[in-house]
Each structure stands twice: as C-alpha cells, then as structure tokens.
C-alpha cells in the first residue's frame, strides 16, 4: 500500500566543512517533522564519526529505512515527538584525470543498510582519507566509484548530484563531461537519475534528450538545519528503501508504461536563486544571460580573465535545437518551485530571515498547520492570514502563483527574490 510522504535525501552533518554544527541526529528528526518531510538522507555516511553516531542513535524501522531511538527524541516546535525516518546516504566528490582534462565530479551513493556503508567505507577508505571531512573528497573516477558502489549491493544506488553545477557536477562547465556515458562508461545503464541543484528546475533539464530516460530528484544539498527541504521530493509509494528507489524509476517516462507514477513531483527552488544559474565574474559584479556572455566570447568585460559559465549557458549547449528555453513535456513528473517560509516571512514583515520576529511567526505557523510544507503548498491563504499577518498570506499566495521577481544568482552568489 502506497502513503504519500516528502524525502530529502543529500544533506550534510555536522563533520562536513562550513556546516552548521547543530546537524546531528535529534535535530535532523525534529526539524524535519516541522518543515513535513517524512525521509531524511543522513549525508555523510563515509566519516567515522558519523557512521558511529548513526549506529548509536538509530534503530530500523521499515525495509532499508531508520529511525532515531526513542532516548534521543527532541520535542519539535508543536510540542510533539517526531517519527522520522532515515536512508543512508553520502556525498562523494571524485577528483580525477580524465582525457588530458581535471574532472570534478560530486555523487551521492544511497544504500539500504549499515553492511553495504561499512564495505563501501572500507574500499574507500583505501583510496583516500574519510575522516578529514563529511564528503570526503578522493581521488577516484566516477566510473571506478560506480564499480566499487554496484558491485558491494545492486541495491546501492548511485545519483550524480547537482549535475549543471560549474565546479564539481557530471555536466559542469568547468570540469564536467558532454554525457553520462562519457562519465560512468560501463555503469550509466545503473544510473536511473540525476539530481536537478539549486540553479537547475525540471523544465531546464526537460531540454536535454541525454536525460529522457533518466528520472529527475532534487535535494536541500543542506548544511544547517534551517534550509533542509528547500529542495525534496513526493512519493506516494511504501514507505521503504525499495519503495521510494522503484517510485524514482518508475517516475522515468521510459519506464512508465501508463502507469500511474509514484513518483509524484519534485520540490525546487526557483533555479534563478540558485549560485550558478547565470554567467558571471563575483569579484567583478559581472552577471551575464548566455547571449551577453557570446558577445563578449566568454571573457569578463573587467578582467579579462574567463567567465564562470552557469548553468543555462551549459544546459543550452546540451539542449536539441529543437527544443527552446521553456520545452514541456507532460510525460515527466511535474514539480513546483517555491520559497522557504523564513523568506517570505522576513520579507513580508520586512526584516532578515534569521530574526526573533520571524521566528515568532514562523513558530506560530507550525503550531497551527503541522508543517511548513502544508503552509506553501495546501493551507488556505484565508487560514494562513487569520493564524498570522494578512502580508504573510499575501506573500505566499504571491509565491504559489510565481509572482515574484528575481535577480539571477552567478558565479556563487544567491539570486535574489522579491516577493513584494
């Protein structure tokens, strides 16, 4: 029997660099329960420290799923305990040579048990060193990876993570390849999915026909516990490692012969919020749309130097030709893109996200609504302005019909929205 539920599985811990040092089990159950997300990815499973604190404090639950135990538990803002659950996971950035060129590839490797992490570890371990940071960072082709990943379980998955990024994904500018082929050699028929990233949503990726048969996920990639579920994904499936791995290749239209998917969407940012949507020199405040970058041959008009060349630019060069910037195709599993609820609070009432008086209303919300997915995606705007302020229903009425007005992010720095 299939339940509808949200996932989001590539975070990170605490032993990841610049992350915030309350992702830790406890917290991860409770804010994912007040955020309404069902499945959290642990991230990080390759650093000693980690994959001891996940052995102590989570017990099984359903097939291939965890849960943390009950000594644990941290009252979430509702005053109720969570019932969390979590499916292992780990970022894995590989750095190597490849064809005369430095490639800089990120993956995520999911599996369904504490057995298949420990071999992983171990032969990772051999290649390079796992606890100087939460993804650690080896010197390993992904094609190698993949052998090492199919080959300890078939049921281990392998998804290229964030996959338009500039620096480090499968298809980026800077050091990426032109196909999952040219990447994964022998195993890309094992690769059933990629995920989108911040500066990518569906519809840029529907574009691309390297990626008609494969499925479409997108993850928080998160490292406090604040912007866990800015991206995620919707299931309506058993509530098992199985059960949401099947739903995510069965969400493939290939593979979807007429059935219903279960597979339901994804969750995205609006992808011009992301660091690398558009072309651009940071340091210059130089910001370019592919088509200014073409005048200017992919040279900063300041420095001289190479643009960092963002994700639409490369997703172009991807794309058929026959398919333009606003391509659909209704057999793919569809998605929204919305606003963290911090956001649209700070900006409705007109100060920074991280303040006492958003948090004050945020809190409120949850106590009323269960969760902040309900508040952007279900609850009535009427509701929302009688349980809080008439701007805050304003804002995420305005949020759910796209209203909004956005400043691209480029060359690591945030887009900027607008909701008012």
């Known amino acids: ?49 980690w994959f001891k604190e996940l052995k ?17 538990k941290l009252k979430t803002i509702k005053d109720t305990f969570a019932d969390t659950r979590f499916l292992l996971t780990v970022e894995i950035s590989c750095i190597y040579s490849r064809a ?20 992983i570890n171990t032969q990772l371990g051999w290649v390079g060193k796992l606890a100087s940071d939460g993804r650690p960072i080896l010197g390993l082709d992904s094609e190698e990876l ?6 300890t379980n078939p049921e281990a998955v392998l998804v290229p993570a964030h996959v338009w990024t500039p620096w480090f994904s499968v298809f980026g500018s800077m050091s990426g390849f032109d196909s999952l082929e040219e990447c994964f050699g022998n195993y890309t028929n094992k690769i059933f999915a990629v995920e989108t990233g911040l500066s990518s949503d569906p519809l840029m990726n529907w574009r691309v026909p390297a990626l008609d048969k494969i499925a479409l996920i997108s993850n928080s990639d998160s490292h406090s516990l604040q912007r866990i579920g800015r991206e995620a994904n919707v299931f309506n499936t058993e509530l098992s490692y199985k059960g949401i791995m099947d739903a995510i290749k069965n969400g493939n239209p290939s593979r979807n012969s007429g059935r219903l998917s279960r597979f339901i969407g994804t969750i995205e940012f609006f992808p011009e919020e992301g660091k690398y949507h558009y072309d651009g020199h940071r340091a210059c405040e130089v ?7 073409k005048q200017y041959k992919g040279i900063c008009p300041k420095c001289k130097k190479p643009l960092t060349i963002g994700v639409v630019n490369r997703v172009d060069k991807l794309a058929a030709a026959d398919r333009p910037e606003g391509y659909r195709d209704p057999k793919r599993v569809p998605y929204k893109n919305l606003v ?5 609070i700070g900006e409705a009432l007109d100060v920074g996200k991280a303040t006492k008086s ?14 902040e997915f309900n508040i952007l995606l279900d609850a009535p705007i009427k509701e929302i302005a009688l349980a809080s302020k008439p701007e805050i229903a304003e804002g995420v009425d305005r949020m759910r019909q796209g209203k909004l007005t956005i400043q691209p992010g480029y060359d690591g720095e945030f887009g900027v929205i607008k909701i008012f």
């Open 1 to 49: 029997m299939g339940m509808k539920f949200i996932a989001d599985l590539h975070i990170h811990s605490k032993y990841s660099r610049a992350v915030s040092k309350n992702m830790v089990p406890e917290e991860l159950d409770r804010w994912a329960d007040d955020k309404g997300i069902l499945v959290m990815g642990t991230g990080d499973f390759t650093h000693p420290g």
């Open 56 to 72: 102590e404090k989570l017990e099984p639950a359903e097939s291939g799923l965890f849960r943390l135990k009950s000594q644990f």
């Open 100 to 119: 005369g060129k430095t490639r800089r590839v990120h993956n995520i490797v999911m599996v369904p048990d504490f057995e298949t992490a420990e071999k």
């Open 146 to 151: 993949a052998k090492i990943v199919f080959n």
């Open 287 to 293: 910001v370019l749309a592919p088509s200014e970058t």
């Open 340 to 344: 963290t609820l911090d956001s649209i």
């Open 358 to 371: 958003v948090k004050k209303e945020y809190d409120k919300l949850i106590k009323t609504f269960q969760s």
